[in-house]
């Protein structure tokens, strides 16, 4: 139990266009969704805290207008990357809880974003 | 401010070494552990959390908060747990994790 599913897996975008990455969990109703950045060989960076139904919460630094996050159920929350730029191009990793104790994370598989 | 770091950006055993991957972390509050592998090409899962004091393949974390540290340990490392290891703290309770820089852990022949 407690699958998170991303789509896509990989997505190639030319610059200046929008590109929408979905996270579900398929087997549980998660309350929060997270949303992280990870470069090559390093850690996770948090971009934003999702709650169904409420407005994301971003880290420091994390452009809101460009980085949209919406989670409008309780099994989806999607990122959309507006006006795409070459710097952009990351690996995007989502994760869910269900948001009680021990708030466990779930994590998705990630989504390979190259911006061109 | 809540930090967690990973001092070893790269560990190298041979196979049936000891290993133990550091974590130190700063939090002022009663921290919640956690230690998360990443396989090669797989996603991220929780190899264990400090609140259970499980084993999970071998490996156990003690807290220990007069050092402020979560190490992770193995008597005796195997091939199959090469990865990349992350350290995370609980952030104020509410799910949110701060993680560690990551460890590669190369297990070799």
């Known amino acids: 139990g407690a699958v998170v599913s991303q789509h896509p897996s990989w997505v190639i975008c030319k610059s200046g266009t929008s590109v929408k990455i979905e996270c579900r969990s398929l087997d549980f109703q998660a309350t929060t969704m997270f949303w992280y950045r990870q470069f090559p060989k390093q850690s996770l960076m948090l971009m934003a805290t999702?709650?169904?139904?409420?407005?994301?919460?971003?880290e420091q630094g994390v452009e809101k207008d460009k980085f949209l996050i919406n989670h409008a159920s309780l099994t989806l929350s999607t990122l959309t990357v507006t006006s795409a730029h070459p710097e952009d191009s990351s690996f995007y990793i989502c994760s869910a809880s269900r948001g009680i104790p021990p708030y466990e994370q779930y994590f998705g598989p990630g989504t390979r974003l190259t911006v061109t | 401010a809540q930090r967690v770091t990973q001092p070893e950006k790269l560990l190298s055993v041979f196979k049936g070494a000891p290993v133990e991957l550091k974590c130190n972390y700063s939090y002022s509050g009663s921290p919640e552990l956690f230690w998360y592998v990443q396989y090669s090409r797989q996603r991220l899962q929780l190899l264990l959390r400090h609140i259970s004091r499980e084993s999970i393949k071998g490996f156990t974390a003690d807290l220990n908060k007069g050092e402020t540290s979560f190490h992770l340990k193995k008597p005796f490392a195997q091939e199959e747990d090469s990865a990349m290891y992350y350290c995370?703290?609980?952030?104020?309770?509410?799910?949110?994790?701060?993680f560690g820089q990551g460890t590669e852990l190369s297990v070799k022949p």
């Open positions: 999702s709650n169904e139904g409420s407005k994301a919460t971003y």
């Open positions: 995370a703290l609980n952030h104020n309770q509410g799910g949110k994790l701060i």
